[in-house]
């Protein structure tokens, strides 16, 4: 709640400051333009809705911004969120002086806080004051564009509307920069008319000295009171820290030598952090991901809360087993507990999200398919490599394009060779007919295949295909960017063996019979071979088939 209630916040002062930028942009015109402009800005936010939305808004996300700044408990953040911090505390002492300069001013002054006034106390000032108003417009913007960004990453809206996202963040303040630039331009020229100022502060009802003087003092105060409310922030979060170590510590191991300890009250993200182990959070630890997420083991494991709902919701939505826990919601007990990240540290938002509810590890059954192209090597000789990858690319393509009609993943491509899953997300027997609908279809598409390159093949391609269905281990492998999901066990090295036997018997599908039983089918008038496996007890009954393009239809 009190993230949402943050943002919220966020959204309506964001909204405020691009209808104030662009009435300032109507200063492109002219003078008298962007004046009649303001006049439906003050219509929207001068009324009693528009000022409890604005300044309850500004209270709400500056009241929140200092909790969280207390509740944070380790300042170990990225470059962009150190970045974020900094605008949002220059904000104050940027635009201070404007606002109590326009709506104090206004309220106990009576001044007629237009673009005459404003326009003509900066041309009355210094240099600094105008450096300062300009200077708070891209302090404003960049620290709400940075947090918006941060907000919206992981939307599946955000990367298709980034490119006009990107030209509103852009046009909006270089038109309001430009409209206030010009329009002081404007009216410093008029200014070298004798007597112009005089006679615009009078028609404003300018305060005389004092009440100016008033003014700047209260600035003074304000930023003053935001700065001290700031150290106290930080002084506080020792205290903070001193008292939640007597409520006791809690251990964790990362394995590999890596331990972290910490009073607790701390999530396992701000630990690793705190502890310099490195940790993936897209959504800088706010909860909107799943990248932080981790594997829980250890001693006390058992003394865990339950997942709040929003972490929850999050846990569902990847699939998460009851050991996963997203590190930046978790704040365990006093107690030893064995941590392992499931992400690598560099994870960006494409990791965010899991494609496969598989992905942290388990056994199912599926069936696994391998082809390998016959005699490739002898066809490639005498080939210039520009052929050879277009010959590749091609047959890969045909083949990628049959499993994929068929209802399979493809795993991976191994030379000149292909490894195909069926069953992530279908019962066994629609598997096994799956594979085995590929099987055919790669078969059709090489003879297609072999039809439009016959100019260019001394002799057509063949392929050899080996099936086998069973439970195999199924989860995300690999080192950081190259990790993908695939299958490993007994029945993934029996298919590939498979493959292997058809070379011994001249044929180009063999298939255990354990899949077909599995998938309901029967081929009583293809040879069966009762075969070794390496590695494997026993013998396998198989079955051996000419063409695989031979099998009827079997993708329903």
Wanted: glycine share 10%; with cysteine.
């Amino acid at each position: 709640m009190v993230g949402r209630l943050r943002l919220w916040s966020a959204y309506i002062l964001f909204f405020y400051v691009i209808t104030h930028l662009l009435n300032h942009a109507l200063g492109l015109i002219s003078l008298r333009v962007v004046e009649e402009g303001r006049h439906w800005f003050v219509f929207l936010w001068h009324g009693l809705l528009g000022q409890i939305l604005l300044y309850g808004a500004l209270l709400v996300h500056l009241t929140l911004a200092y909790w969280a700044l207390l509740r944070r408990r380790t300042l170990r953040l990225t470059p962009w969120e150190w970045t974020q911090f900094i605008l949002g505390a220059s904000i104050i002492p940027f635009g201070t002086l404007h606002v109590v300069g326009t709506r104090i001013a206004h309220d106990y002054f009576g001044v007629d806080t237009g673009y005459p006034w404003v326009l003509g106390s900066l041309i009355a000032g210094t240099w600094l004051g105008v450096a300062r108003q300009f200077g708070l417009v891209l302090v404003v913007w960049i620290h709400a564009c940075i947090g918006l960004h941060f907000a919206w990453r992981l939307r599946p809206w955000y990367r298709t509307w980034l490119p006009a996202l990107y030209a509103v963040a852009l046009l909006v303040p270089a038109a309001g920069l430009g409209g206030a630039a010009i329009a002081l331009r404007d009216f410093a020229e008029l200014a070298q008319q004798p007597g112009f100022l005089n006679n615009i502060f009078d028609l404003v009802h300018a305060p005389d000295r004092a009440g100016i003087a008033s003014l700047y003092a209260t600035s003074d105060i304000l930023v003053g009171l935001s700065g001290a409310l700031l150290l106290a922030c930080f002084g506080a979060r020792p205290l903070r820290d001193l008292w939640e170590r007597r409520a006791g510590v809690v251990h964790l191991n990362y394995g590999e030598g890596r331990t972290v300890s910490a009073p607790t009250g701390l999530s396992i993200l701000e630990m690793s952090r705190l502890g310099r182990i490195p940790h993936a959070s897209v959504c800088g630890g706010r909860g909107r991901c799943s990248t932080c997420r981790v594997r829980i083991g250890g001693p006390d494991r058992a003394l865990l809360p339950p997942p709040a709902p929003d972490e929850q919701k999050v846990l569902a939505r990847v699939g998460a087993p009851e050991n996963v826990r997203l590190a930046c919601q978790l704040r365990p007990p006093p107690g030893r507990y064995r941590v392992t990240p499931l992400l690598p540290a560099s994870s960006g938002p494409v990791e965010a999200y899991r494609r496969q509810p598989q992905a942290h590890g388990g056994e199912r059954f599926v069936a696994i398919l391998f082809a390998d192209i016959r005699g490739f090597t002898s066809i490639s000789e005498g080939r210039l490599p520009y052929d050879v990858v277009f010959l590749l690319n091609r047959y890969f393509r045909a083949t990628g394009q049959a499993v994929q009609a068929a209802g399979g993943r493809l795993d991976k491509f191994i030379g000149d060779g292909v490894m195909a899953i069926f069953g992530l997300n279908s019962e066994p027997q629609k598997a096994c007919r799956q594979a085995l609908d590929a099987a055919r279809r790669m078969s059709l598409a090489l003879d297609d295949l072999n039809e439009a390159l016959s100019g260019d093949l001394d002799q057509p391609l063949r392929i050899g295909i080996g099936l086998h269905a069973g439970p195999a281990i199924v989860g995300e492998m690999g080192f950081e960017r190259t990790s993908s999901l695939t299958a490993i066990g007994d029945t993934v090295n029996t298919a590939s063996r498979l493959e292997t036997l058809t070379k011994d018997f001249g044929v180009e599908l063999v298939v255990s019979e354990d899949l077909l039983a599995r998938a309901g089918v029967e081929l009583p008038d293809s040879p069966r071979y009762e075969v070794e496996i390496r590695g494997r007890h026993g013998h396998l009954s198989v079955r051996a088939l000419a063409r695989a393009a031979d099998l009827t239809t079997l993708s329903s």
